[in-house]
């Protein structure tokens, strides 16, 4: 659903290219393969372009279960692997990576993400619980892709975060 959603104008274009990758008549309560999403989500980055893989990845949250106890940015970027382990069924059988926060003084930290999900959509789901969580007196809050990349050899991609 959060694919369909951040492409809204392309609407037609973006559900095609996930039934050519095996999801057809999506559900919002529906359970679809991590593989076939992977595909769908490598050919949308590829057809359509990084920011909307992004845009992509900025809606997720919308979508996604988060545990219901969280009320701070640093809260939501240390539980932000157990929600992404919550919206992945059957995730035991296989290794899916993840979202690993390390704070790093009162204001700030650092993401690495292990997922097996393209960079820009992580750095839009990283931007999405940040400004969901963002502190009364941060004006805003920064993401930025560090040093480390999974599209340049790295096993994983960091992300330093300011508020």
């Not at 009320?71 to 157990?82: G, I, K, M, P, S």
Request: net charge positive.
């Amino acid at each position: 659903m959060a694919i369909v959603n951040a492409l809204e104008l392309i609407k037609t274009q973006a559900q095609k290219l996930l039934a050519d990758h095996g999801i057809a008549n999506i559900e919002p309560e529906g359970w679809y393969s991590m593989r076939s999403a992977i595909a769908a989500i490598e050919a949308i980055e590829q057809k359509i372009g990084p920011v909307t893989m992004r845009a992509v990845g900025r809606k997720v949250p919308d979508h996604a279960r988060f545990p219901p106890e969280v009320h701070t940015l640093r809260e939501a970027l240390q539980v932000l692997n157990v929600a992404y382990q919550m919206n992945h069924r059957g995730h035991q059988n296989g290794n899916i990576g993840g979202y690993h926060f390390e704070a790093s003084g009162e204001r700030g930290g650092r993401m690495i993400c292990d997922t097996p999900y393209s960079c820009n959509f992580d750095h839009g789901v990283i931007e999405a619980i940040c400004e969901r969580f963002r502190p009364k007196d941060a004006t805003w809050v920064r993401v930025d892709h560090g040093s480390g990349c999974r599209q340049k050899g790295s096993v994983a991609c960091t992300y330093h975060i300011r508020w």
